[in-house]
């Protein structure tokens, strides 16, 4: 009986302690970025470099295309001070943009310039990866043909096991086939978006390397579009209010879907890869990890547009950018 007595003192002790929060409470910002809605990052910000213009390559009027990319390793800049030891297509992150039409012939070589196996994978191509997917070896190179018969925008990156290791390191790109018939005259864009995820470092000047426990987690310290954390805020894109605008947006991940939204606008049309009934009047749109859209929108006044992932956590590590339609006035300078 005392054991019980005893028993029912010590929980009731414990019943009156003040609960402990389990973790400290987010409090609301007393500042922003930018002075607008959504500015999830500084507009018109020069020390932010802009590493990759935003613009689509023309339509092509060649039937074949004779295409050579070297797979280098080299040091690229995510945000002001943070530098990766990337590993790339032609140096950069992403890889060159690829535009051929349905029926053209594509003439691919690979050469492996870096110190380790790589690969390449092309989404647009219907081939065999034992024959043309192949682990080319350092100083060695790899060649096939193949021919695009269903039109949209795709992506290509190294298929090298770990293949989550290559694509967290920058080997990806995008492809657009586009329609016999051309798709109506449009300021064509293409979006790249992607994740780094940065190990911890003792040294801040040096370039940062990968941390695979993080991207296992699917804990990214950025989430950009074409390479660079928030560079279209810091410049933002120039449009004519009125255009049909038409983004060509692909997600390397390796993990995180990309909830395509274009703020103050809907998207007149969304082409899931390009192939197919478009579907119309759209709000937002997941891009899946390895899948590619192409969205069509105008802009209804002169204004600042955001433009972002509505996964908001993923906005806030760096995937936003803007578009300036005209010259609106007391929008810049924040």
Known sequence: MKRHVALVVLLA??????????QTPVKPASTSPASMSHGEARIDNPAVPLERAADAPPRSTSRLHVIRLRTVHVDHV???GV??????FDSVVPAPTIRVTVGDTVDFTLVNGAPMMHSIDFHAAEIAPSRAYINVMPKDSVHFRFVPRVPGVFMYHCGTAPVA?????????ALIVDPVVPRPTAREFVLVQNEFYLAPTKDSTRPRTLDWQKM???APDYVVFNGGSG???AHPIQVNPGELLRFYVVDAGPNRVSSFHLVGAIFERVFEDGFGPAKLGVQTVSV?????MIFEARLAEPGLYPFVSHAFADATKGAVGIL?????AGTTGH
């Open 324 to 328: 300036r339609a005209g010259n609106p």
């Open 288 to 292: 899946p990890v390895g899948g590619g």
């Open 165 to 173: 290791l290559h694509i967290s390191n920058g080997m990806f790109g």
């Open 13 to 22: 002790a414990c019943t009156r302690q003040p609960a402990v929060p389990l």
């Open 216 to 218: 296992l987690d699917l």
């Open 78 to 80: 995510i945000a002001p």
């Open 231 to 233: 560079q279209y805020a």
């Open 83 to 88: 530098t990766y030891q990337a590993w790339t």
